[in-house]
């Protein structure tokens, strides 16, 4: 799938345009995280054919059929299992991986777990619209406390997940939180992320206009501030802890922590260490008839 042939070839952003209409709601924040990914991925010089763009259900995963290229789209709350799959298998691929709030803190969240262990080397964009949106506005794990939605109009009473203090205490190598309404930060955060190497956590804090009333395009607006244009050491795990705790009045954004020293899965792997070639070149047909012939 990847041809290292061609990386001195230039990219358009037209080579991603796919014909198909889109279909999210008129001012969802899904509009501009798509953008934003075309723009990176065409500034890191990547073509589609050296990407694989792996897509999770739910309105985030409706931007599978909106781009083009190699594109994935898979079971709810399983995107990341796959695309470790598809990042060990061909280590030449630019993963990118995305989903919504609910998939990865409810149904995938022990994926979370294990990708930021395994320092599994891709992007995974979380589409953080604290809610389930494709299935019209439920709570989600990530959902403030008392903020009615259509399955809980009471609000929940559960103490909401904060992503970037779970990524940072599971040791994340990067992680990063922007607004889906700050375009040019998320294609400057996109980048970034997909030249790290390892696990790149980029929690997109996203408007959702239909079901979340809570935090609108303009609360964010309000509230947000680039951290990268601050003292702000990313290097230093406890600053990034301090640094992204408030989700409420000063919210920062862009690039929480990065290990300058992060490395990937396939680099630490014991058996893979020394290997020469791709898993993807070593997959061939074996006879196995010596094995099942035993059981008839
Ligand atoms: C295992 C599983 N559980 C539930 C569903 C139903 N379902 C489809 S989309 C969706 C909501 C997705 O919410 P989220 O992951 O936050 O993404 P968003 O739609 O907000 O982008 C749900 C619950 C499903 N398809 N599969």
Redesign the pocket.
Known sequence: MSCNTCTTKTVSLAEYASPNALTWCPGCGNFGIQVALKQALVANGITPHQAMLCF??????NGSDKIDGYRFHG???RILPLAAGISCANTQLTVVAE??????F??GVNHFVHSIRANFDMTFIC?N?E?????KG?A?ATTREDVPMNSSPDGVSSTPIHPQRFALALGATFTARIFSGDILGMNRVFQAAIKHKGFAFVEVLQN?PTYNKATPHEWYQKRVYNVNDTDHDVSNRAAALAVSDDVNEKIATGIIYQDPNSVPFMSRDMVRKDAQTELINEVSHYDITQFTSRMR
């Open positions: 999770d259900i739910g309105c985030n995963g079971l709810h709350g989903a919504g709030d609910g998939a990865t409810g149904e589409h619209n809610n389930y949106g494709l299935t439920q989600s959702c």
